[in-house]
């Protein structure tokens, strides 16, 4: 309940205890009044009726008697009336039924207006003649009391209602602060850190929002400060000086990233424009280096290119989607048209001659075989003298092959989950002795021959033929009937989801309703993301987080570290943690400035209150390097094998087709 509510609902209690008393109070004095009122009416009434029958009295007229207490009896107001003589005995006496007026019943039970009994003696001269008694009827007295009640209910529900509406006005006016206070407190809580202007008025307010202010200030400045090392640190080990683009080392992270966590099909294409030894002798260096950048422009303008490096001088690499080689070939002779017109406007007229070789990213091959094999399509290409696509090593089943294997495949649910444990922070522990954070599960499929085949390898036609989306839902299904079992009560568990997943709005809603379906806990299962999958889809990323959210999931980001975006922009998306990029992890031991990057990006996540992860942590010499940068958590061989989630004592062997 909000603190409008509980001040206003309290408001209520006390505006109404107050005049529910003065209501009571003013109820009792009613009925003391009424009870007067009661006496008085019936003594009066006593004493000018022993005038008037004196005289019928004396006479002994009981017909004039009686005619003279029956004109004011027959007012009603009285319950009873009786002339009596000397001796006491009754001459006349008219009695009424015992009655309360047209009220509810139960207010003659709150009110008690006892009937009073008053008398005048009838004299003649110095002689008592007899006496009249005179009890009035409180019939009358109840009904104008009610009434009153009425009307005193009414004004004092009008007073409730206009002074609630003064309270929630005033209470509005002073709580605004509050809001903003609120709204400021929930931003902080979302890794934000705004400023609440203007300043309350209120003493009270005015320094808690100045502490928040200042709190907030600091923090924001800790956080830039943090992210513009880690950003010049990546500047300096990920970033090509001259033009801004990625250097070799970025262009090595970006492949490995690829070829661990495969969203689709993809092809590394070198370009190598010659001229510009000529530029810089005829020219100069400075011509030279604007030379390179103008190529750089041209390249970066052309469109659906994933990644673009400078690998060396005037030799550029690009991460391309990789359809066909016909395809390829023309987006590679297209670009270095491009390039060919830039030596032009530069004077190179023969002298600017570019080539391009090009080959497929393999899910078996390493970064550095990878560019070894582009190597050898560009030299080729300068040989030939046009573009080269090398795709020979993409030799075995075909793609409508892979299609149709890969429906049956999920018709006959023949895949298998493996998982990895991630453990936290261990510094003077053995691994084997560290806290699990959780198991992260890959997914697996059942060749023809009962062999397992790496989402690295099949993931890729997945993508292609539009069945990664159903592949991740049965492999999630899966892992909930595993979770469900006795033997993972308690455990978390973690899954890499595809970019098509990631887009579909619906799928936050069918996990939650899978969960709810099951005794699983939503905090045991989280989601992974790769990085460079919510850089490419912003939008769909974060309605994707905050769907999460508002079905009380969470999810973390995979592969973080080598993309351009900043720390503060992914802890907007709320994510549970960050897991290291796998090509920082296996560099951090031969690579200082990756040790020194690492250590600010874990510096930033601090202050954000995001863990980091490291993950492929192989060897002892990565992870006391890791440890000593700040990163609280590990996953690798180094930390435990991957293993079936069925049968722990199965250890992963695979072979691919």
């Given at each position: 309940?909000?603190?409008?509510?509980?001040?206003?609902?309290?408001?209520?209690?006390?505006?109404?205890?107050?005049?529910?008393?003065?209501?009571?109070?003013?109820?009792?004095?009613?009925?003391?009044?009424?009870?007067?009122?009661?006496?008085?009416?019936?003594?009066?009434?006593?004493?000018?009726?022993?005038?008037?029958?004196?005289?019928?009295?004396?006479?002994?007229?009981?017909?004039?008697?009686?005619?003279?207490?029956?004109?004011?009896?027959?007012?009603?107001?009285?319950?009873?009336?009786?002339?009596?003589?000397?001796?006491?005995?009754?001459?006349?006496?008219?009695?009424?039924?015992?009655?309360?007026?047209?009220?509810?019943?139960?207010?003659?039970?709150?009110?008690?207006?006892?009937?009073?009994?008053?008398?005048?003696?009838?004299?003649?001269?110095?002689?008592?003649?007899?006496?009249?008694?005179?009890?009035?009827?409180?019939?009358?007295?109840?009904?104008?009391?009610?009434?009153?009640?009425?009307?005193?209910?009414?004004?004092?529900?009008?007073?409730?209602?206009?002074?609630?509406?003064?309270?929630?006005?005033?209470?509005?006016?002073?709580?605004?602060?509050?809001?903003?206070?609120?709204?400021?407190?929930?931003?902080?809580?979302?890794?934000?850190?705004?400023?609440?202007?203007?300043?309350?008025?209120?003493?009270?307010?005015?320094?808690?929002?100045?502490?928040?202010?200042?709190?907030?200030?600091?923090?924001?400045?800790?956080?830039?400060e943090a992210e513009n090392l880690a950003e010049r640190f990546r500047k300096q080990t990920l970033t090509d000086m001259l033009t801004g683009m990625g250097n070799r080392r970025s262009l090595i992270a970006n492949i490995d990233m690829?070829?661990?966590?495969?969203?689709?099909?993809?092809?590394?294409?070198?370009?190598?424009?010659?001229?510009?030894?000529?530029?810089?002798?005829?020219?100069?260096?400075?011509?030279?280096?604007?030379?390179?950048?103008?190529?750089?422009?041209?390249?970066?303008?052309?469109?659906?290119?994933?990644?673009?490096?400078?690998?060396?001088?005037?030799?550029?690499?690009?991460?391309?989607?990789?359809?066909?080689?016909?395809?390829?070939?023309?987006?590679?002779?297209?670009?270095?048209?491009?390039?060919?017109?830039?030596?032009?406007?530069?004077?190179?007229?023969?002298?600017?001659?570019?080539?391009a070789g090009a080959v497929r990213l393999f899910y078996k091959d390493t970064a550095s075989q990878a560019l070894a094999k582009a190597d050898e399509a560009l030299a080729r290409s300068h040989k030939f003298g046009s573009s080269v696509?090398?795709?020979?090593?993409?030799?075995?089943?075909?793609?409508?092959?892979?299609?149709?294997?890969?429906?049956?495949?999920?018709?006959?649910?023949?895949?298998?989950?493996?998982?990895?444990?991630?453990?936290?922070?261990?510094?003077?522990?053995?691994?084997?002795?560290?806290?699990?954070?959780?198991?992260?599960?890959?997914?697996?499929?059942?060749?023809?021959?009962?062999?397992?085949?790496?989402?690295?390898?099949?993931?890729?036609?997945?993508?292609?033929?539009?069945?990664?989306?159903?592949?991740?839902?049965?492999?999630?299904?899966?892992?909930?009937?595993?979770?469900?079992?006795?033997?993972?009560?308690?455990?978390?568990?973690?899954?890499?989801?595809?970019?098509?997943?990631?887009?579909?709005?619906?799928?936050?809603?069918?996990?939650?309703?899978?969960?709810?379906?099951?005794?699983?806990?939503?905090?045991?299962?989280?989601?992974?993301?790769?990085?460079?999958?919510?850089?490419?889809?912003?939008?769909?990323?974060?309605?994707?987080?905050?769907?999460?959210?508002?079905?009380?999931?969470?999810?973390?980001?995979?592969?973080?570290?080598?993309?351009?975006?900043?720390?503060?922009?992914?802890?907007?998306?709320?994510?549970?943690?960050?897991?290291?990029?796998?090509?920082?992890?296996?560099?951090?031991?031969?690579?200082?400035?990756?040790?020194?990057?690492?250590?600010?990006?874990?510096?930033?996540?601090?202050?954000?209150?995001?863990?980091?992860?490291?993950?492929?942590?192989?060897?002892?010499?990565?992870?006391?390097?890791?440890?000593?940068?700040?990163?609280?958590?590990?996953?690798?061989?180094?930390?435990?094998?991957?293993?079936?989630?069925?049968?722990?004592?199965?250890?992963?062997?695979?072979?691919?087709?």
């Open positions: 309940m909000s603190l409008k509510s509980q001040f206003l609902i309290g408001s209520l209690i006390a505006v109404s205890t107050v005049f529910a008393l003065l209501f009571a109070g003013t109820g009792i004095r009613l009925q003391h009044y009424f009870q007067a009122q009661l006496g008085a009416h019936a003594q009066d009434t006593a004493t000018s009726l022993a005038v008037a029958v004196n005289s019928a009295l004396r006479q002994q007229d009981k017909i004039l008697l009686d005619t003279t207490v029956q004109a004011v009896f027959d007012s009603g107001y009285y319950g009873r009336v009786a002339v009596l003589d000397a001796a006491g005995k009754i001459i006349i006496e008219k009695t009424l039924p015992p009655a309360n007026g047209d009220v509810p019943g139960w207010l003659p039970g709150i009110v008690k207006l006892a009937p009073p009994l008053r008398s005048a003696f009838v004299t003649s001269g110095w002689k008592q003649a007899g006496v009249v008694e005179v009890t009035s009827q409180p019939a009358f007295a109840y009904r104008e009391l009610w009434l009153l009640m009425q009307d005193a209910i009414l004004w004092i529900c009008a007073a409730i209602i206009f002074t609630m509406l003064l309270m929630a006005a005033l209470v509005r006016s002073i709580l605004r602060p509050l809001v903003k206070i609120e709204k400021a407190a929930l931003a902080v809580s979302g890794r934000q850190f705004p400023t609440i202007t203007p300043i309350p008025r209120a003493r009270e307010l005015g320094r808690v929002v100045e502490a928040f202010n200042t709190l907030s200030s600091s923090v924001r400045l800790m956080l830039g690829l070829l661990e966590s495969p969203q689709g099909e993809y092809a590394l294409a070198l370009l190598q424009i010659e001229g510009l030894a000529k530029l810089n002798s005829m020219i100069g260096h400075e011509q030279g280096d604007q030379f390179v950048r103008a190529l750089a422009d041209a390249i970066t303008e052309v469109p659906h290119l994933s990644f673009i490096a400078r690998v060396r001088g005037t030799t550029f690499a690009l991460l391309l989607d990789f359809t066909t080689e016909s395809v390829l070939k023309g987006k590679l002779d297209a670009i270095c048209l491009r390039l060919e017109n830039v030596c032009r406007n530069f004077g190179l007229t023969g002298e600017g001659r570019c080539a696509v090398d795709c020979a090593q993409s030799a075995g089943m075909p793609s409508g092959q892979w299609k149709k294997y890969l429906q049956e495949a999920i018709s006959a649910d023949r895949f298998r989950l493996y998982v990895q444990p991630v453990i936290g922070h261990t510094q003077n522990q053995q691994p084997e002795s560290a806290p699990v954070l959780h198991y992260e599960a890959y997914s697996r499929l059942i060749y023809s021959d009962g062999q397992l085949i790496k989402a690295a390898r099949f993931m890729p036609m997945a993508i292609r033929h539009n069945l990664a989306a159903d592949i991740d839902r049965l492999c999630l299904r899966n892992l909930l009937q595993h979770m469900n079992t006795g033997n993972a009560a308690g455990k978390h568990y973690a899954f890499n989801i595809s970019h098509e997943l990631l887009c579909n709005p619906a799928f936050p809603e069918w996990l939650s309703d899978e969960l709810l379906g099951s005794a699983v806990a939503k905090s045991n299962l989280i989601l992974e993301v790769s990085e460079s999958i919510l850089l490419a889809s912003p939008q769909e990323a974060r309605h994707f987080s905050e769907a999460l959210l508002a079905h009380g999931l969470s999810f973390g980001i995979d592969q973080f570290g080598v993309q351009k975006a900043t720390v503060t922009e992914l802890a907007r998306l709320q994510p549970a943690y960050f897991k290291l990029a796998t090509d920082l992890t296996r560099n951090c031991a031969d690579v200082e400035e990756y040790c020194e990057y690492i250590a600010w990006l874990v510096k930033t996540s601090g202050i954000l209150d995001i863990p980091v992860i490291a993950t492929c942590v192989e060897k002892e010499e990565w992870r006391e390097r890791l440890v000593k940068a700040g990163v609280s958590g590990f996953q690798g061989q180094l930390i435990g094998p991957v293993v079936s989630l069925e049968n722990p004592d199965d250890i992963e062997q695979d072979v691919a087709p």
